[in-house]
T-cell receptor, first 113, second 115 residues
Framework: DVKVTQSSRYLVKRTGEKVFLECVQDMDHENMFWYRQDPGLGLRLIYFSYDVKMKEKGDIPEGYSVSREKKERFSLILESASTNQTSMYLC????????????FGQGTRLTVV | GNSVTQMEGPVTLSEEAFLTINCTYTATGYPSLFWYVQYPGEGLQLLLK?????DKGSNKGFEATYRKETTSFHLEKGSVQVSDSAVYFCALTLNYGGSQGNLIFGKGTKLSVKP
C-alpha cells in the first residue's frame, strides 16, 4: 500500500512564526506536491518537485518555500505565518509521467492565530 | 492556459438516483484525465482515470469517458448510495517541460445523497 504521511493532522500557530509541514512517501515516487484547499477555491498548487533538490513554483508560491533533500521527504515552509495562510494543506506524490495517479496524504489543517 | 471546469455544487440526490457531474478541460497537447474523491475528513483518492481519447475509466459503479472532440470527462453513476456522499474533483495532468505529472484540479463538486 502506498503511503503518504503528513506529520500533523491539526496545527495551531501564531502570526509571524516559522512553520514546517512535513510529508513523507514510501513508494519511491519522483514527483511530490503541496496543495492548499480552501472552500470555493478547490485545490491550488503551491510547489512541486520532480527530483531531489528540484522545485517548481505552482500557482500560489508567495509566502511559502519548500525543501527536498531526500527523495521520500518534501517539506513546506511558511517563512512568517499569516492569518490568510489558515487552510487545509495536502501533500501528494506520483511517479514521473502524465499517466501516473497521485497519492495524497490525510491533510494538515493549519490555523494561524 | 490549462484548466479544468466542473459543475458547481452542492448536488443533493436521493438514494438510487442517477448522477452526472460535468467536467470540461482546456489543455495543451494530450492530457490524461482523472476523477478523485474526498470523503469527509480524509485526503483525496483516485476514483478512475483515462489516458487517451475514447478511453472509459470505471470504478465502484462510476464511469467517465474521455471525449477529445468535446474536451469533456463527465462522471456518471447509475444508482448512487448514501456512502457516495463526498467531494468529487476532476483533474488533468500534462506532459511537457518539467511538468511531467503535474495535476491541475477543478474546484470540486460536493455530493450529498439522502436515504
Amino acid at each position: 500500500d502506498v503511503k503518504v504521511t503528513q506529520s500533523s493532522r491539526y496545527l495551531v500557530k501564531r502570526t509571524g512564526e516559522k512553520v514546517f509541514l512535513e510529508c513523507v512517501q514510501d513508494m519511491d515516487h519522483e514527483n511530490m506536491f503541496w496543495y492548499r484547499q480552501d472552500p470555493g477555491l478547490g485545490l491550488r498548487l503551491i510547489y512541486f518537485s520532480y527530483d531531489v533538490k528540484m522545485k517548481e513554483k505552482g500557482d500560489i508560491p508567495e509566502g511559502y518555500s519548500v525543501s527536498r533533500e531526500k527523495k521520500e521527504r518534501f517539506s513546506l515552509i511558511l517563512e512568517s505565518a499569516s492569518t490568510n495562510q489558515t487552510s487545509m494543506y495536502l501533500c501528494a506524490s506520483s511517479f514521473l509521467g502524465e499517466k501516473s495517479e497521485a497519492f495524497f496524504g490525510q491533510g494538515t489543517r493549519l490555523t494561524v492565530v | 492556459g490549462n484548466s479544468v471546469t466542473q459543475m458547481e455544487g452542492p448536488v443533493t440526490l436521493s438514494e438510487e438516483a442517477f448522477l452526472t457531474i460535468n467536467c470540461t478541460y482546456t489543455a495543451t497537447g494530450y492530457p490524461s484525465l482523472f476523477w478523485y474523491v474526498q470523503y469527509p475528513g480524509e485526503g483525496l483518492q483516485l476514483l478512475l482515470k483515462a489516458t487517451k481519447a475514447d478511453d472509459k475509466g470505471s470504478n465502484k459503479g462510476f464511469e467517465a469517458t474521455y471525449r477529445k472532440e468535446t474536451t469533456s470527462f463527465h462522471l456518471e453513476k447509475g444508482s448512487v448510495q448514501v456512502s457516495d456522499s463526498a467531494v468529487y474533483f476532476c483533474a488533468l495532468t500534462l506532459n511537457y517541460g518539467g511538468s511531467q505529472g503535474n495535476l491541475i484540479f477543478g474546484k470540486g463538486t460536493k455530493l450529498s445523497v439522502k436515504p
